[in-house]
């Protein structure tokens, strides 16, 4: 694995555990670092293809055309990259909008099937989500 998607996949991983954290403290925060967590997934999965996007939108129009489109991913995943992406932008830019706690657990089950999507899609890379 390059170490640019070595690095992704770490911080996809931290972002997951830090937003299971944060679930008890901040909906918004959760929410965010649940998006944050499928971004970064998300990236290393296209960095081991040798794609790498600079902005978060390339990355949500990449999972959609590159992803979903041919198969890869089911439509739900696809459809759930983009409500993490509608939730971090409510939790980080909202205003007096917040991410409740019903969406913010959404979001980290959201995060935590994409992981699991890109650990299986290489095991041999990224193997077991499960384990340490």
Do not use: C
């Amino acid at each position: 694995m390059s170490p640019a998607a070595e690095d992704l996949w770490e911080r996809a991983k931290d972002a997951l555990r830090v937003a299971k954290h944060d679930l008890a403290l901040s909906a918004d925060a959760a929410a965010s670092r649940a998006y944050y967590a499928a971004f970064y997934a998300a990236s290393a999965l296209f960095a081991i293809e040798g794609k790498i996007f600079s902005k978060h939108s390339a990355v949500e129009a990449a999972v959609h055309r590159d992803l979903v489109q041919p198969g890869v991913w089911t439509a739900e995943l696809g459809r759930g990259y983009s409500r993490l992406a509608q939730l971090r932008a409510r939790g980080d830019y909202g205003g007096s909008r917040h991410v409740s706690p019903a969406d913010a657990e959404e979001a980290v089950r959201i995060a935590d099937d994409i992981l699991r999507a890109v650990a299986a899609a290489h095991p041999e890379e990224f193997g077991n989500l499960d384990q340490p």
